[in-house]
């Protein structure tokens, strides 16, 4: 059965007269990660939204192992969301992680919080309030809530962007420990094509709305997909 499943969605808002999405189909199996890629509006961040359930489809379904998710209450409940940054400036890195973890009544995991923030390298960081965080230490703190409660299955919207090349590395070597420690699903989107070659297993493209699989042939790379053969990564 697939982890995640979806069938012949589609996303028009009132105030489009365009579909932002048309009949798209998807399967992603336990341990699959996706790279999701396309140009600036080309939908992905609605698909993920819509994964997420902050929107509702115009038609189709999602379906979370088995399960339509707009029929169900919590069954995203084994799910990290990191579309964009959510924590609270007012409180401590510990108490940002904390605070999630209550209200989502998972104190079971703060046992996680230390080894999380050593992961995302915030440890030092933990009675610190993140108002005056560098954007990557905030992109960090955003994960470390991401993962704090151990989720099976990640939605990760460009967690790249707006970082220099150290911190995408940084990033990147983060993930690529959480992946490899434990049996996963993640779909991530990023414009940064050779990062998500390092870490992804499978390839999908949304232009205009609509998807594709996309297949990297021989020694190919996804940057030389989109350029006809030169490689522009």
């Not at 012949?8 to 489009?16: G, I």
């Not at 819509?50 to 509702?56: D, F, V």
């Not at 690529?176 to 050779?194: C, F, K």
Request: net charge negative; with cysteine; charged share 25%.
């Amino acid at each position: 059965m697939s982890t995640l499943k979806i069938n012949n969605l589609s996303k028009k808002f009132q105030t489009n007269d365009f579909y932002s999405l048309e009949n798209v189909n998807l399967e992603i199996n336990a341990g699959d990660i996706v790279g999701l890629v396309g140009r600036n509006g080309a939908g992905k961040s609605t698909l993920l939204k819509l994964i997420a359930k902050s929107y509702i489809p115009t038609s189709g379904t999602i379906e979370y192992n088995g399960n339509n998710i707009f029929n169900n209450d919590y069954i995203l409940k084994d799910v990290g969301i990191m579309i964009e940054p959510v924590f609270y400036s007012y409180m401590t890195v510990k108490e940002n992680l904390e605070f999630y973890l209550e209200v989502h009544g998972k104190q079971e995991f703060k046992k996680n919080i230390d080894d999380i923030l050593e992961l995302v390298d915030l440890s030092k960081k933990k009675n610190n309030k993140p108002e005056n965080f560098s954007f990557g230490m905030k992109q960090r703190l955003s994960l470390a809530i991401v993962l704090v409660d151990e989720p099976d299955f990640l939605i990760l919207d460009e967690p790249f962007v707006g970082l220099d090349p150290y911190g995408v590395q940084e990033l990147l070597e983060i993930l690529q420990s959480w992946v490899q420690e434990r049996s996963i699903s993640m779909i991530i989107s990023s414009h940064q094509l050779s990062e998500l070659e390092s870490i992804c297993n499978r390839f999908v493209m949304l232009e205009d709305g609509k998807m594709k699989d996309i297949q990297i042939e021989g020694e190919r790379s996804l940057g030389q997909y989109f350029t006809g053969g030169k490689d522009n990564k």
